[in-house]
């Protein structure tokens, strides 16, 4: 038998299935379907950047009681045989013919009765990894039997962290953190934005990061217009302030945070905005506990920044983390989510310098029955100045 | 008015737009509806990591004539100012009252007249991103305007790439080609292939890299088992053979192709079966020209391999490139597709060793009229030895 790759122990995966499935009997659902990389790696353990190609579907289906059914291309088997599951079915993919919707149609029908109800995430942040026509010709396969909305199954079950998953995120942040106290080395004035960013990415691998998923950032007078970009190559310029995002991986498991870099002396502006996010930041972590919910966390971050000054900006001021680089709840003022110990969370306070030009802030908790606990090196109070 | 951040001239997105537009008039589709991070960036330019956070939905219509509308998260709106796209309308996201669907809504029915149909891609090797509850109460609210698929029309013309999109495919192609010509300096026997990986990453990204989405690979004697695996602990050994692939990105366009090693001497088996490999790869690109079929070209690669002894592995042997690591059509026995000129492929024969062990080998081409011109370097024609 091949050597197994698992990440967690074959007890975590059985407990994350337990939980989906007293979720899934709440909701009356039969079964679950899967197709997205976060919610078939954290079912089954399976790990693999080949998601990057959108040629095949994967399948994983969470039966009502037993252990969870791949469904999945001949080429994914041999690394699927080393996760947890002992149900593997195959085809071979790509296939116009019919590309895995017949064997997934009849898994289905095995598992789960006719008047039974099958589980899709539909709603907020979801998205179904299959060609759509393909999705309408596996209704009509399954009928009488009926999807339906499996989102917030999944969403209860995944936004609760087990230990072991709070350790793989505190373990990319450390590593992370490490990569930030890097960046004076090479985010010099002159060196253009896109070799900072390919410097930095290096210096995330060079830490331990397995691959560096998302880097975000920019740099300008008075802070930055957008944070979404990718780079260009436009040179740092004394009294820019540098910003950079990342969400670099390690065994599955995301970091989302960012830092800012004075490069030499920056305007009392940008000072006074970065110390407004950090202060509300701050209060913040002192203040957040389960039973708020997440807007009342958005209204006490944008009541510290306005306190101190600072307009807040952007719609929303963190969200969910762990297997994907955002997870829900959102912090905004419309998400009621009520927030639970185990939760992992981004708080993402923006502020505006002036008009068109905003500084983001950005920290990794955990939060415990008491309170939160940091999982991402604190960004120093004062922004730091670079080659002044 | 910001600095225009676009990879080409607004005239190449005109093109392209029009050429969309031919195709959809051919179809009868009144708009096309795209949601994916390729075919967004195909249309407008629009390039981003952040298509990584799944929170927020992106849309962009093309109307029958006319330039293409942005329906965006605001937080996209100063990145999406920089393309050539004028008409670009915000929402703030995610909001779980109306994420978008409402602007959307309007947006094709001030487009598209009551009678017609708006093309969305809904077949092979695609995914429609957004939520599907949020697709069904769409298509409620364009009604009696009805979808239609429109995968045909996007894949006719993103299969032909301009002169430009070559251009792009041939430069990652050359920066990933220098970076394996490093792996000798750190590919060594004891180096555990994690290490290797990583390695392999800073040294894409230090030869010109702006990020890298994907890497897999496997070591081990006679070949390995599979070809997606992210790595592993296990240190390379003498008698291995070591695969790596990779998709690494410039300026939005993807390479693939990978590259064998062999760490010391290594069986007689692997030094055939990559002769072979290479040979028939040989053949093949003195015989590949538009005319052919997909599903020809595979044929060609598997008899190639058994006249010489080996026998073919993997469901398809090759696949489309571009913005994305794997692009239609498939070298397989069931794809039909007509090979064009402008069409950028990948070779991949894999051939068993023994069983449960492969080999696999892959280079990039464009086609022309007169037949391939290899865009990656070429591989030895002598599997390379590390640290003998």
Redesign the interface.
Known sequence: M??R?MIFPAAEFRDRTARLQAAMAGAGLGALLLT?A?DIFYVTGF????W????R?WFVVVPAAGAPVAVI???????MRRTWLSDIRTW??????D?GIGLLAETLCGLVPERGRIG??????????????D??ALGRRIAPRLFA?A?ACLRRVREIKSGAEIARVRAICAITGRAFDRVPEFARPGCPL?AV??AF??AC??E?????????GAAGPDGY????????ARPLTGGDVLMLDT?AVREGYFCDFDRNFAIGPVSEAVRRTHGALWEATEQVLGAIRPGLRACDVHRMLCEALQRRGAEPA???LG?GLGL???EWP?L?A??ETPLRAGMVLTLEPGAVVRPGRLLVHEEVVVLHETGAELLSPRAPSELPEIGG
Do not use: C, K, N
């Open positions: 091949a050597e790759s997205s976060a790990l693999t950047r080949f990057e190609s959108p040629a579907p291309p001949e080429i994914g088997a041999a690394l071979e993919a790509p296939d116009p013919r590309d899709l995430p539909m709603g907020p942040e979801t998205a179904l990894r299959m060609p759509l026509a999705h309408d909305d989102t896109e960013f390919r990415q290096i691998l060079s331990g990061a397995d691959w560096v998923s998302y880097v975000a217009a957008d944070v979404i970009s990718p780079a260009d969400g952007g719609g929303r969200h994907a680089l955002t959102s905004s419309l998400d």
